[in-house]
């Protein structure tokens, strides 16, 4: 008696009573409501649950606080105006120094005017060229060695110095004419330069162009990196280029870079320079790219890190006239200027909240339920009224 009570008062919480099954009308309208509504309904589903299966990034930020770490400089760049030969790169970082220790492994690749690459790539060494060449050099002399007397001394033309007495090739005078600091114009009348083909070789690869790729791996701290015609080297510990032997007129300092990146990839990463093309106008212009590097750190959902940077860039861009540069006019060349920002951002992937999932799920099925079950309403409705009109006009 008691239990019969207790289930009478429970029904009375039965917020959906039902109606008879015998009371019912079914219509045709309440079907295409039905399937319509059914069709919104999944759709939505479909949506929620694509949504759901992504994964969430969150970005933090703090002050950078970690130390000595390196910095990766990953490029290609693609310079269809200017050949290899004429092509030099250093780095440099806050001090001023050139960077000779950097860890790097950037190469060169001749292409011609239609970009095809024409030469295996060469790994260009900053700072330890001169060595090198000189090396390769000697090798390329060994068959003259028979002609040339290895303790011979033949004549800096002027510029010998204590520590240069004797220049016994083109590269030596050079050399001596840089460290007097004189501009090194006209290599046809020097001897040594003529017996090398300096000419021939610079003439040979006038109309190339020069591809540019690999990393340099650097210290964390401001610094650049520049593409410029010439030989660099340091005066009064300013940097210069001698640009005289290569010029004759003007440097075409188009450019094209293909990736430029500080570090490692993410998902989403994107790098602003990517795929720019930078047409020089009028030549022998001086392209300054002003970066501004923010150390990242990338989380992925089984929680492994990828350190790595984002950057912005400003550019800016000018004409220089072409002399002995010592730079206090600019410089013709691409010069990439990095800054390290002291904030970092954190990205860190996350699953979507299983419980969002939930709601919405339940958001859309209500929801589309109902709004079907006024416009189902609203049509049997207002189709009965029009319905009773017809009859009563009929009985008229
Ligand atoms: C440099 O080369 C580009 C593309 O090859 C060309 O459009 C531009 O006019 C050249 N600039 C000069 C000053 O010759």
Redesign the pocket.
């Known amino acids: 008696m008691a239990i019969q009570d207790v289930w009478n008062r429970l029904r009375q919480f039965d917020a959906y009573p039902k109606t008879l099954e015998d009371f019912r009308v079914k219509t045709f309208g309440g079907a295409a409501v039905t399937i319509v509504s059914s069709i919104i309904m999944i759709t939505l589903f479909i949506s929620e649950l694509n949504f759901y299966l992504t994964k969430e990034v969150i970005p933090e930020l703090y002050v950078d606080a970690t130390r000595g770490e390196k910095l990766k400089i990953n490029m290609e760049i693609v310079f269809?105006?200017m050949a290899c030969a004429y092509l030099s790169i250093d780095a440099m970082d806050i001090s001023g120094e050139q960077q000779l220790d950097v860890d790097h492994n950037i190469f060169k690749r001749r292409i011609d005017k239609t970009g095809t690459p024409i030469s295996e790539a060469e790994k260009e060494e900053l700072g330890k060229k001169e060595e090198e060449e000189s090396e390769k050099k000697e090798e390329d002399q060994k068959e003259e060695k028979k002609v040339l007397d290895p303790n011979r001394c033949e004549s800096c033309y002027g510029a010998e110095t204590a520590d240069l007495k004797c220049c016994n090739d083109c590269e030596s005078v050079q050399e001596a004419y840089r460290r007097k600091g004189w501009a090194f114009s006209d290599p046809s009348n020097i001897e040594q330069c003529k017996r090398e083909g300096f000419a021939e070789k610079m003439q040979s690869q006038k109309e190339e162009g020069c591809e540019v790729f690999g990393y340099l791996e650097v210290n964390k701290v401001a610094g650049n990196f520049h593409f410029a015609p010439g030989k660099s080297f340091q005066q009064h510990h300013v940097h210069v280029h001698d640009l005289q032997p290569y010029s004759g007129g003007?440097f075409?300092m188009?450019h094209h870079v293909k990736t430029l990146s500080f570090g490692m990839e993410y998902p989403g990463m994107e790098n602003p320079l990517d795929n720019t093309k930078i047409?020089?106008?009028?030549?022998s212009s001086m392209f300054q790219y002003f970066v501004k590097i923010v150390p990242t750190t990338y989380t992925k959902l089984d929680q492994s890190i990828t350190r790595t940077n984002q950057y912005s860039v400003t550019k800016h861009e000018k004409q220089v006239t072409t002399s002995f540069s010592t730079g206090e006019h600019g410089l013709p060349g691409v010069f990439v200027l990095y800054e390290l920002s002291p904030l970092m951002v954190k990205y860190k992937e996350v699953n979507r909240s299983f419980m969002h999932f939930l709601t919405g799920v339940c958001a859309i099925i209500g929801g589309v339920f109902t709004v079907a079950g006024l416009i189902d309403s609203m049509i049997y409705h207002s189709a009965k009224a029009i319905q009773k009109k017809i009859e009563l006009g009929k009985a008229l």
């Open positions: 269809p105006k003007k075409n188009t047409i020089d106008v009028k030549g």
